[in-house]
């Protein structure tokens, strides 16, 4: 089966590579967004209000509906025990790495976090007040997820964060996410995703008050949820499948590239591209994946993702591979350009997170490096940027004249409005100054 890998090398004289990498966007878009209209949105449009209006009613329908898990009211929010008792049976050896990870983050966090950096009379930061932070329910567990969404938050100062997970793991939410909010001091959380989920967070039900953020990955319906309630509440980004863009000359070891491009393709969806300009490269990637893909557990699912989702291309130039990529502005770039790679680096404008140099795969700022592994997806770099800490804080303008520099302005205020034809807000000056 991983001989049918050969359709995904182009060469870039070939006129079907821009098809080819255009044909990746379009499955990428299909994965994360509903049409306007289509049954999924007016579904989706539904199971919104319906939380509006029964609020944890509607909750624990839906829970028993799509996690096939029966709750009462009072189990939708993990009991303070249960998260002691969770973070108890944490391992020794994975809870110290699961700490050193957490100040890695903080470390670098605290570092970018311009929040109390500025100074200036004319503008104050200050932290979003309430969080909801999403964190993607399986039979595995995502303590990373916990760790940067969370900890971000927690450098910029936001006082209550809430988070939520689908009870998937014998009929609640995974002990290891449990004991990782318990390590982070998050005493909120409830055992509810999807749809439903985000909509209980931007609208507040018996049970939980209303956030003014979400945050996190999640699936479609999720996705398509925070898109609805945005303006209700603030977003992070509407993240699709994960996506990594290799940018490789001859210097890059092959083997290496393609178990990049494996670590994103096994995420069923997920996307890999590299860009070469070494035919050779290109050839030997694609036959170090044939031999890697049918070693991984997923096998079968991964080699679906690449054959749908992913491409090796082969450039003329590393002006090209440049060009495409800020074009592509993927959510992971990888430079693996030997001596070259900062002098690349320092050319792309649009990507999520980029990681210089063949010893920084992806892996390294999932986990462990700092920054947060949320990242905008499917082009969205262009305008998104990755969660930080300055992501959790909001700026509010400071304006403070005495009497003369406003009678100074007057006659100008006075122009501008009367111009707009808004009288009153120029009577609002001129009344200051009447006799």
Not at 67 to 91: F, T
Not at 148 to 166: C, L
Not at 231 to 246: C, F, H, K, N, T
């Amino acid at each position: 089966m991983s001989e049918s890998l050969d359709r995904i090398l182009f060469n870039y004289q070939d006129p079907n590579w821009s098809d080819k990498l255009e044909g990746i966007y379009e499955a990428a878009q299909a994965a994360t967004y509903f049409e306007d209209g289509s049954p999924e949105d007016v579904t989706l449009t539904g199971i919104i209000q319906k939380v509006k209006q029964t609020k944890n009613k509607a909750l624990l329908d839906f829970t028993q509906r799509f996690d096939q898990v029966e709750l009462e009211e009072d189990e939708l929010r993990v009991s303070p025990e249960a998260l002691k008792a969770a973070h108890e049976q944490l391992p020794p050896a994975l809870l110290e790495s699961l700490r050193l990870a957490i100040d890695n983050v903080r470390s670098y966090q605290r570092a970018i976090f311009v929040g109390d950096k500025r100074s200036h009379p004319g503008i104050r930061y200050s932290a979003i007040e309430r969080v909801g932070v999403c964190v993607p329910g399986a039979s595995a567990p995502l303590p990373s997820t916990v760790i940067m969404t969370v900890v971000p938050a927690q450098v910029a100062g936001v006082r209550d964060i809430a988070v939520i997970s689908p009870p998937r793991y014998q009929g609640s939410i995974h002990p290891v996410i449990l004991g990782v909010c318990y390590e982070l001091g998050i005493t909120e959380v409830y055992r509810m995703g999807g749809a439903h989920a985000v909509a209980a967070l931007a609208y507040g039900t018996e049970t939980i008050k209303p956030v003014h953020k979400i945050v996190g990955p999640g699936n479609q319906w999720v996705q398509m949820a925070k898109r609805k309630v945005f303006g209700r509440v603030d977003i992070d980004s509407i993240a699709g499948p994960s996506e990594v863009l290799i940018l490789a000359n001859d210097q890059a070891n092959p083997a290496w590239v393609a178990a990049d491009m494996l670590s994103q393709a096994e995420h069923a969806p997920g996307s890999a591209v590299v860009f070469t300009d070494s035919d050779s490269l290109a050839q030997s990637v694609l036959e170090e994946l044939k031999k890697q893909v049918v070693t991984l557990d997923r096998s079968e699912g991964t080699i679906d993702c690449l054959l749908r989702f992913s491409s090796i291309i082969a450039f003329d130039s590393i002006d090209n591979m440049v060009e495409q990529a800020n074009l592509l502005a993927t959510e992971h770039l990888e430079i693996q350009c030997g001596d070259q790679t900062q002098a690349v680096a320092n050319r792309i404008k649009n990507a999520g997170a980029m990681f210089l140099g063949a010893y920084t795969p992806v892996a390294v700022g999932d986990y462990w490096a700092g920054p947060s592994h949320t990242l905008p997806t499917g082009r969205t770099a262009r305008f998104f940027s990755a969660l930080s800490s300055n992501s959790f804080i909001k700026s509010t303008s400071i304006i403070s004249y005495d009497e003369k520099k406003l009678r100074d302005s007057v006659p100008h205020i006075v122009a501008l409005a009367t111009t707009e034809g808004l009288d009153a807000h120029a009577k609002s000056v001129q009344v200051r100054f009447k006799k």
